[in-house]
């Protein structure tokens, strides 16, 4: 079983689309506190922002080597399971699990795999299209009737159950368990898309909803966990279709 820190470094905190620069480096102090220190920024409206830094308070180390990126999927790079937070289970949706339970998981996981956790916009959270690029979905359980979080806050208590079953390895039951080593992201990514290729290719997509089918597929083939191998075998056959249809 690695160390606790090396574990940690298996984690990468994404914010998308985040309105306050406030928010970014309280953030990164709430990261630091808890020893993650892999930041990503999915279009920041203001950053870098001498705000962030001043909230930061000693974690401007994180802040500069926070990376920017324009989109989701730059984010997700080299990332091979995908957990996104939100307060509400959507009507298409991954499986949706509170934070403590999960937590458990994904230190087991962490021994074989890169993870991304991300959260969406402080007024409205993760998009669909934000979420269809995650295996899971996360909820810290918060009061029903005022379930609103600040973003570093939700940002700390999460890193803190990720952190504390990290310190607790026996009696969280993660110790020696194996785990097999998912797909990356941007290789599953690319299945969707030669996936919907195909299928406007043919015409299924014409018939019916195209963007409601693929978030269904998208769901279906995320709840598997795919190895790189499985992948290549599907996309073997998405080739050999092109191919006749051609």
Do not use: W
């Amino acid at each position: 079983m690695p160390n606790k820190l090396n574990l940690l470094k298996k984690f990468r905190i994404v914010l998308c689309e985040t309105s306050h620069p406030g928010n970014i480096g309280s953030v990164a102090r709430a990261m630091k506190t808890m020893g993650f220190s892999d930041l990503y920024l999915v279009n920041p409206k203001d950053f870098p922002s001498k705000h962030a830094e001043a909230l930061a308070c000693g974690a401007e180390d994180i802040l500069k080597k926070a990376t920017r990126v324009s989109t989701l999927e730059g984010a997700l790079k080299n990332i091979n399971h995908v957990i996104g937070f939100t307060a509400r289970k959507r009507e298409l949706t991954q499986p949706h699990k509170n934070v403590r339970d999960l937590s458990k998981q994904l230190i087991n996981e962490a021994s074989n795999n890169k993870i991304a956790i991300i959260f969406g916009n402080e007024t409205n959270g993760l998009s669909n299209l934000e979420l269809q690029h995650c295996q899971s979905l996360g909820f810290i359980d918060a009061n029903s009737r005022y379930s609103s979080l600040n973003l570093a806050h939700a940002v700390q208590i999460v890193c803190h159950e990720i952190r504390m079953v990290s310190e607790f390895p026996i009696k969280n039951k993660i110790l020696n368990q194996t785990t097999k080593k998912y797909v990356s992201h941007d290789l599953q990514n690319g299945f969707y898309k030669h996936l919907e290729k195909i299928l406007d290719e043919i015409g299924f997509l014409k018939k019916i909803q195209a963007d409601r089918l693929m978030m269904r597929l998208r769901l279906l083939f995320n709840r598997t966990q795919m190895e790189k191998e499985e992948v290549n075998i599907l996309r073997g056959i998405l080739s050999e279709i092109q191919k006749k249809i051609k």
